[in-house]
């Protein structure tokens, strides 16, 4: 197994909703760390420009919570493409990681994979078809170990990063909480 292989990819997707047929991409960031949840690079956070259209389709919430963090205004000035925003990852993953090795980590991140097997093909099928989803891991805290699940507070603000590195943290807290280490 080669040291490659054992590395996570972090990645989140903001979006202007949650249809995956119909709503978009406007913005991505990704984390790579080692087994362990120490990072070994960080991979580059991107606005993705949209269309007046687009952005004014968007629904209450996904207006005002992308105005509010300042999403919205990097998304108007940005002149990145989806296709640039998903080569420009894509060969950033291919420097640290081998194609169909790591697994897609995130929280609820069977919803970001739809999106990009839709609009990034060619960097979805970068990762193996495993997903490391710290969502379930929440519920099953919720569940079985309920004050688990209470001592770990999120700060999200719905920004890519802040949410790829929301993540990390949360499951560190499970790993320590939760899971047995060797």
Not at 85 to 100: G, P, V
Not at 103 to 111: D, F, K, L, S
């Amino acid at each position: 197994m080669s040291t490659h292989s054992k590395r996570l990819i972090w990645l989140d997707l903001e979006m202007t909703g949650l249809d995956t047929f119909n709503d978009t991409i406007i913005e991505i960031a990704t984390v790579v760390t080692d087994g362990n949840l120490e990072v070994i690079a960080e991979g580059p956070s991107l606005a993705i420009n949209q269309d007046d259209s687009v952005l004014d389709s968007m629904d209450n919430w996904n207006k005002k919570q992308h105005s509010q963090s300042g999403l919205l205004a990097r998304v108007k000035k940005s002149n990145l493409t989806i296709a640039d925003a998903e080569k420009m990852t894509l060969n950033f993953l291919k420097k640290i990681t081998n194609k169909e090795e790591s697994p897609m980590c995130g929280n609820t991140i069977c919803q970001d994979r739809r999106f990009l097997a839709r609009l990034m093909p060619e960097l979805e099928s970068h990762f193996n078809y495993r997903n490391l989803d710290v969502t379930s891991i929440k519920i099953t805290s919720q569940l079985w170990n309920p004050e688990v699940a209470r001592s770990h507070s999120k700060n999200s603000n719905h920004l890519a990063m802040d949410d790829v590195y929301d993540s990390i943290h949360e499951l560190r807290h499970y790993k320590k909480h939760l899971l047995i280490e060797k």
